[in-house]
């Protein structure tokens, strides 16, 4: 059964950063796609990056230059780096891999940017 945990979310500053994480369970880590995404209050879930079993990485447009997602095949473990925050930042970020043909997520991580 594939398990995906986030972590690391919480409440920052205008300008701030922080990293998720999410740890990956019941998978051949290494071979999959992992992705994040968010859903900000009131609005659909939307892609913010993805990184393939290669390393190659995507962002949405409103986060490049300030978001960087990286992975660690060691510890079957995504990575979320978000810089310079802002108020439009603020959502629930969600782990995901697409596997077996289906989609599998986390609970999701709270990021809150606020003065």
């Known amino acids: 059964q594939v398990h995906l945990m986030e972590s690391g979310g919480g409440q920052v500053q205008p300008g701030g950063s922080l990293r998720l994480s999410c740890a990956a369970s019941g998978l051949l880590f290494r071979a999959n796609t992992m992705a994040w995404f968010r859903q900000m209050p009131g609005k659909q879930r939307e892609v913010v990056a993805n990184?393939?079993?290669?390393?190659?990485?995507n962002y949405a447009e409103s986060v490049k230059g300030r978001f960087t997602i990286s992975r660690d095949n060691v510890r079957n473990t995504v990575y979320l780096h978000l810089n310079y925050l802002k108020a439009e930042d603020t959502a629930i970020y969600y782990c995901?891999?697409?596997?077996?043909?289906?989609?599998?997520w986390g609970r999701g991580t709270q990021v809150t940017v606020s003065s």
């Open positions: 995901n891999t697409f596997l077996r043909d289906r989609n599998f």
């Open positions: 990184i393939t079993s290669g390393g190659n990485t």
